[in-house]
């Protein structure tokens, strides 16, 4: 039993009136029920909604550990995780027509309040010697309603649930990306409320970046996963940089799923590109360009999840991030569990990201702890 | 004048033979010359053959860097490189007819190996403290050759050059990437003769994949150059690594532009993706995925370059090659200019990633010169 906290901010449920919601749908995203009565599916990639696959093999299988908070408790519990920032997983609310969104991002929000407090009420051994509760949450927004002010209105909301502490969103924005001017009151809202932003990939990149869908299906999941995710994130994250939103918006504050897709990596490349773009203002053109540069932005506005399984990418991450003060503990659960699950399994998904942030650290005793914990309980102001 | 090697082995050169081909083209790729005499226009990405664009201003001005090897040999003497390896420019052969694919190979080959020969016959005294040669090519392949046995016969022949010190190639391949079996012979024949293969992007992504064309131009070159190329360049490697190339060729040795793309921050995340994926025979499936890992391949048949401009993906690259003496200088030149470039002007795009090596591996002189050049001396045999 840690001594100190250890937190997951990646950590994902699909609540039980959320997975009702997506068994009514017949369209991506929806959840089937085989007729055998076996587990069901849950489908939100496109590229898994394929005909010639019976229904009952589409997708993924769907099993407690997707929605019951007792599951997650376990296996916060079987890997030292005292504490978790819980989140809806994608596909959010992308997908809901203008006249559900309001209604349903309520309704989830007030579900993920509900279970924190549940879960709080209760004194669990296993975390009451951090002095930090169990349970937060990123609350989920109504992207697709009508108009930006139910948005902005659900941000301010938020703030007086006392257990969420930001709120989670894709790289989609409105339906046009996050380089949309039409996002300015939302990036203003949570710019003024202080909240933090979870920015998420779901999307992935068109199956023609693989060399088609033949080509992405017989590695299965692992281009679309492995590659997909990350870029988008990259490119959701560079789009806002370019259209200057870091400008307008200096005080925005960002959390980047899977320590920032490729960001770090890619950083100075894209500086330098930027730099060199002739089309720019600043090189001589005529069309603005971002006036902060990537590292500004990265040491300021961005802090970076450590979910990238390897100490060449977690040095990326920390070097680019300017300190290892801006990066968090995660473990993308439920997904990546270990093939042939046993109950009291621990998974290396989890285990490969511990090891990462001690070999890359492990000298440094106190910056362990803050990558696992203590950023997290700093940043997001867990108590 | 260093007294040590500084070799940059990513500089490209379009031949003179090659632009003229060029101009004869109506299509991408293709040269356009103005008639009002004003530079010459290179019109290499489809994204910049718009037609709503006037021809005089599509693609970007060809000046005499693309093909004058003095101009080369300035811009060494400026920057402190002591050798090039010059490397034709993308899109290489990769769009020629079939009848084609041959002679122009050869006589593009024979041009590098002369150019190599001609520098070389003079003695430059910025040059002779090395002990090492000024100039060494990488080949261009006749990928579209009607035969894989034109490609292979190719790779033999330019082991009799004596200023050939590898291939340089897309990620078409014989245009259905580089898991296609068809290219077994080949990899096999680079295998045997222990030739290099200089891996380098040119497709990137689908506009799509920036949210369409609308969104990519409104940012000029950034996304397909910062974002697309490099994960062009990651998921060809990756294509390779999962249909078993690596597997069946374990001698195969590739030098990967721009620091492998996106692949040192990335491995992690491709290796766990792997070994979470259902349909693969080792995790209980039908498919055979890779036996290797993404750790072996990188530490075993990969080189970086140590073009990617700053030190968080310079960090990352050392570390997912295993060693910085798998990391080898390079300039991209002639791209990246200064945009208003004077003639005695250095380069940032340069200048970059030179700090970038100091900053990383400063305090271990011999590891930045072995970056700088000794590395490349060893790994490339030049002499």
Known sequence: MADFPIVDIHTHVYTPAYLDMLRARKKVPYVHDPANGADSRLIILSSDDDASTPAD??????????????????????????????????????????????????????????????????????????????????????????????????????????????????????????????????WAALAQTQTLLFLHPHYGLPDEAFGGSEVTQRYGHVLPLALGFPLETTIAVTRMLLSGVFDRFPDLKILLAHSGGTLPFLAGRIDSCIAHERKFVANGGSAQGPVRDVWSVLNTNIYLDAVVYGEAGLRAAIHAAGSHERLLFGTDNPFFPPLSEKEDDIWPSVTTNYKAIEGTLGEDKEAVRGVLGGNAVRILNLN
Chains 1, 2 share one sequence.
């Not at 010697?129 to 309603?145: C, D, E």
């Not at 002010?149 to 941000?155: A, K, Q, T, Y």
């Open 57 to 186: 093999q589409r997708g993924r299988p769907v099993d407690s550990s997707y929605s019951d908070i007792e599951v997650k408790l376990a296996f916060m519990k079987r890997h030292g995780i005292t504490t978790s920032v819980i989140s809806l997983a994608n596909p959010w609310l992308d997908f809901l027509d203008v006249d559900d969104a309001q209604i349903w991002s309520e309704r989830i929000n007030n579900d993920l309040e509900e279970t924190c407090a549940q879960v709080n009420s209760k004194t669990r051994t296993d975390t009451v010697a951090t002095g930090i509760k169990t349970l937060y949450a990123f609350g989920a927004l109504p992207l697709s309603a009508p108009d930006a002010s139910i948005i902005v209105n659900e941000i301010t909301r938020l703030k007086m649930l006392p257990h969420m502490r930001g709120v989670i969103m894709g790289t989609s924005g409105l339906g046009n990306g996050l380089d949309d001017q039409k996002l300015d009151p939302v």
